[in-house]
């Protein structure tokens, strides 16, 4: 996995399903084997970090619509 020490900037993009509405901003980055999610408005607050097989289970709730939304 990539560092996350000092100095060390991982390249953020926003996701393809962030609403139109800048409000509803979410952003992702990959840091080798893990999946790392933040809050654009909120980065100050830190991020989710997800191994591939909980970002897998994470992604298949999402789309079958087994989380609140």
């Known amino acids: 996995m990539q560092s996350t020490s000092p100095g060390y900037s991982p390249s953020w993009f926003k996701s393809s399903h962030s609403g139109g509405n800048t409000t509803e901003c979410v952003e ?9 999610i933040r809050d654009s408005k909120a980065v100050d607050r830190g991020s989710l970090l997800f191994r591939p097989t909980s970002w897998a289970h994470f992604v298949s709730a999402l789309q079958d619509g087994r989380l609140g939304s």
Do not use: H, I, S
């Open 28 to 36: 992702a980055a990959r840091l080798g084997e893990a999946t790392a």
